[in-house]
């Protein structure tokens, strides 16, 4: 199994900035995927950011320019920089890798408790 731990949530004015940090409990997997989702109230979860397999990676339309995912992988970690922050922003972070873990044969996705974001003018 994998734990995933995130930080960095809080409360921040319109316009500023926060970092989301994802740890993961363990390095030995293969990872397929690793990113951030987000849930705003009565809302359904939507794709924020991710990195794929190959290096690809994939954004929201509502946040290219104003977000940036990022991993490190000596520390087990993904991040999110969050510039310029809209109200809109406000929700519920969630991280999510897809990985294979070692003597298994398929991809099994794993997430985050979730870090709240709120955003206010």
């Known amino acids: 199994q994998v734990q995933l731990v995130e930080s960095g949530g809080g409360l921040v004015q319109a316009g500023g900035s926060l970092r989301l940090s994802c740890a993961a409990s363990r390095s030995t997997f293969t990872i397929n995927t690793s990113g951030w989702y987000r849930q705003a109230p009565g809302k359904q979860r939507e794709l924020v950011a991710a990195i794929i397999s190959d290096g690809d990676i994939n954004y929201a339309d509502s946040v290219k320019g104003r977000f940036t995912i990022s991993r490190d992988n000596a520390k087990n970690t993904v991040y999110l920089q969050m510039n310029s922050l809209k109200l809109e922003d406000t929700a519920v972070y969630y991280c999510?890798?897809?990985?294979?873990?070692?003597?298994?044969?398929?991809?099994?996705?794993?997430w985050g408790q979730g870090t709240l974001v709120t955003v206010s003018s």
């Open positions: 999510h890798i897809k990985v294979r873990l070692p003597g298994t044969w398929t991809f099994n996705d794993y």
